[in-house]
């Protein structure tokens, strides 16, 4: 029944008029449970005309004929510690409702202890700013490892693969099929080694079975974005399948007890998060500058012909690059499922802020993901400060259309030759 | 032009780099263009002579088709300032150039394949009503405009014996047939100013003297013509004057006789240590 | 199964609501992309602005419908500049990009609590239609469709076919010519002395009126906006961009056929899917309700692929004709 939900509302599935709707609570984190047991009453210029109450699944239908109605929520019923979000307006008046017209009304909930999201008060300015940042270094150092392989596969193919953000869901999931109770129970630290090889290996097997082929029979660069945008809701929809569409976590590391490091509380698994990243970054610059690969990946994403004719393998490096790309961004998603939990379009949710990140640091460049990775992730939670916490990710946009009106190429890119 | 007949309006012109001209169409001044470390072009002076045909030659990378974009606006440098017919066209973005009178081509040619030959030409005219948003939708402000247009471009298809493929997609034209699509269509903008990047690479030498007898033409229409070429015959068969290039900057002009005599040029061409002579002696050969 | 009954649903569907206002939209896109070369990926976005410009406008300020339309357009028209100014001059995958973003940003910024006094927040807005429902003058209902169905149905099928004839007009003209020309090779006619920003810019403008002019009709026949991301979000993007795709890109009549045939498709594999879980020839463990939902989004993403690599001139589409390099 929860597909109502999916469906535009004259879809013309049911025979009789009336008001229907689903009820959910909303909790902290933004998660959504249907509310069972409350009561709404349709009146007619002021008197009862029906009443209906929600099942299991929190939906209601309460037939009335042809009409004009005022449909209301009976407070009484809902449970203790929940309010409507919009406590001002219990009550929707005026609404018609035609012959055969099932009309859905919204009446969202919100769960226990949760507030309105603007304006918390409680701590110093410069403590919230302080922790903000500490969350949005965390934050940025995700997106960096995430996107790395985004920016080497534009330098190296020219492709702009808008299903990366599927690899970094692999990996969280991947992870979390290792690790759950209902999966196979290993611990997170072997479950994320696991999901880590997982997801390079399907960042392998998009490069050999789909993208070289594509390459081969000279399918042109925007011919293959569009496809990717494909292969990214395919593998988004087949994910949520067979995942389910609830937040959850792993099974260790999930609530600890923070400690406080001056102003602001910590708990360990932050400290492990910037650590690993730090450390993995690192190594991959490292690889990159100094090691024969690295250099033979520059040198394609530099001048793919000139590259071959020097006697570099070129597909082989553009296979290592999607493998590599491929691991990196599901151990990004692994720590990113520590960091926030894990949901089906985690990725999905990451892949604006990746391509805000790579164009600021310079789309094809190496540094470049990681300088516009941080300052990405510090841009938007700093930005909590004066914006809606849901809205944050705007500022992400708007450090996209800067760099774009001023330093198209990013921070660290070359400016391109015409003719 | 032969060897020996030089255009009688270079009488007095010094044949050096940079040497002023009687009624110059285009000045350049310290134009540079750098990318990162490398100098693409450094001109500091060179002015282009109204109504002749000047070839632009140079060994590659001399920074040639660079200072063509940079004349027509598709490319910024980095210092420098220059004038078409006495306006300054320094800032103006490269549709506006255009527009002008100062029309290029392009090195690769840029038939557009997916329109046909006809519409490509008519493409080529200016100013059009037609082309304005809102005119757009009522044909009867534009459609005796396109008839003449249309006229028009089939003279032209007519003088570059393009006629029989008029209807067909620019795509399945020759290369050598697109060569003079891009010519005729060029013409459709009424040039004053006409500048050709390479049009004879990849044409067949059948092709080359039809194509020479049009650039020709051109001159003796009274429009005047800058090339860029690599093939020092067809140089010699129809430049009225040379400028050569070399490392992005102009390091000789004149005659195609005195150029083909310029040290400056053989050194650019052939590099620096040839005083020596070239010696293929067998008994150097083998390891000793 | 009933057969008979999935059958006639989903032919229903070849003229239905969500075929018609897919119709405009992806007229919209098309001008975009097959006609441009555009790569907009959030015109959902379109359909947002023009939709909440018109409910905002009626809701709250209690102007008449037509001025809310007007006010829409002007939305609408103002979103394509912020999306076209800064990346119109760059390469097609910054538009890409930047629309999807800003398609995202426009949903968000919709449901926001913060703004909700304005748009409804998440509850949405709701009877702002009463003027335009007011007109009808079906009183009967016609090939299963509702009276209260007809109305907008009639107007939106009008506006597809008179969309058509606009595209029609401005691509036979030298306009139209021009535009061809950007789309192919952006250098060489600013080389012949055309402004290749600015006729992009006017195109950009031009399928995004029709996109919000979609999501109007489409609001307008619901009598509510919700802010979901089903409604104004990605899914709907790829969901018009399949089926322009579909029909052929850079055809006049591509956008349409195309609408008509996915809506219908969408319907009966759903209907299909629906009732093979329903009469147990799908086990319930493999396929629940929620499951069949999402279906739709997996046929339609392995769909968009098998089109781009197969056919992706589509039904109508000419493989030498099209803008993309296939």
Known sequence: MAGLFLFPASAGAQDDSGFTGTITVTDGEGEKTPAEGIRFFVEDAGSLVGEGVTDADGVFFIPVPAGTYSIAVDIDSIPEGITLRNPDRPQLDDLDINDGQSRNVLFPLLGEGVVSTVGAGGDGLATRALRLAIDGIIFGLIIAMCSIGLSLIFGTTGLTNFAHGELVTVGALGALLFNSTGGFGIHIVLAAILAVLLAAAAGGVNEKFLWRPLRRRGTGLIAMLVISIGLSILGRYVLLYLAGGNRQKYEQFG????????????????????????????????????????????????????????????????????????????????????????????????????????????????????????????????????????????????????????????????????? | MSEQELNPVFEGVSPTAG????????????????????????????EIQRGVITGLIGPNGAGKTTFFNLMTGFDTPDEGTWNFDGIDVGKLPAHV?????????????????????????????????????????????????????????????????????????????????????????????????????????????????????????????????????????????????????????????????SIGANQAVIDAYLGTSHDQALDFNEEDGEDA | MDWAGILSESARQFVGIQAMYFAIAAIGLNIHFGFTGLLNFGHAGFLAVGAYGLGVTVFWLEWPWWVGIIVGLLASIVFALILGIPTLRLRADYLAIVTIAAAEIVRISVRTTALADVTGGSNGLNGFNRDFTALNPYNDSFLGFRPDQLWPLTVGWIIVLLSVGVTYLLMRSPWGRVLKAVREDEDAARALGKNAYSIKMQSLILGGIFGALAGMIWVLAQGSIQPSPQDFGAPKTFFIWVAMILGGTGRLWGPVIGSMIFSALLQFTDLTLRGAVSAGYIPEWLMDGVQVGQMRFILMGLGLMLLMVFRPQGIFGDRREMALDV
Request: aromatic residues 6%; hydrophobic residues 50%.
């Open chain 1, 255 to 419: 609530t600890q007890t923070p400690f406080e490091i001056g102003p602001v509380s910590m708990v360990p698994r932050d400290l492990w998060i910037i650590g690993l990243s730090v450390v993995t970054l690192v190594l991959v610059a490292l690889a990159v500058q100094r090691t024969k690969t690295g250099k033979a990946m520059r040198a394609v994403a530099d001048n793919r012909d000139l590259a071959e004719s020097s006697g570099i393998d070129v597909d082989r490096v553009i296979l290592t690059v999607w493998v590599i790309g491929g691991g990196l961004a599901g151990f990004g998603g692994v720590l990113f499922g520590l960091n926030q939990g894990i949901r089906w379009d985690m990725g999905f949710e990451l892949l604006l802020l990746m391509f805000a990140a790579v164009t600021l640091g310079g789309l094809g460049t190496a540094y470049g993901p990681l300088f516009g990775s941080l300052i990405v992730g510090l841009f938007i939670n700093l930005s909590t400060l004066v914006v809606p916490p849901e809205v944050k990710n705007v500022g992400a946009l708007l450090i996209l259309v800067v760099i774009l009106l001023v330093r198209p190429q990013g921070l660290f890119g070359q400016r391109e030759r015409i003719g």
């Open chain 2, 19 to 46: 040497s002023a001209k009687p009624d110059a169409i285009l000045t350049a001044d310290k134009v540079t263009r750098r990318f990162g470390g490398l100098t693409a072009v450094n001109v500091d002076h060179l």
């Open chain 2, 97 to 257: 150039v255009a527009r002008k009178g100062m029309v290029r081509t392009f090195q690769l040619t840029k038939a557009l394949s997916r329109l046909s030959v006809i519409d490509n030409m008519k493409l080529g005219a200016m100013q059009q009503t037609g082309e304005s948003f809102f005119k757009a939708f009522v044909k009867g402000l534009w459609s005796a405009e396109e008839k003449a247009i249309e006229q028009r471009a089939d003279e032209l298809l007519e003088r570059f014996k393009l006629t029989h493929m008029r209807e067909e997609f620019a795509g399945t034209l020759s290369g050598g047939q697109r060569k003079l699509l891009e010519m005729a269509r060029a013409l459709m903008t009424d040039p004053k100013l006409i500048m050709l990047d390479e049009p004879m690479a990849g044409v067949n030498p059948a092709l080359t003297q039809s194509l020479l007898g049009h650039v020709k033409s051109l001159r003796d229409e009274g429009r005047t013509v800058v090339f860029v070429e690599h093939d020092m015959d067809v140089v010699r068969d129809i430049s009225d004057w040379v400028v050569v290039m070399a490392e992005g900057s102009v390091i000789a002009e004149g005659s195609h006789a």
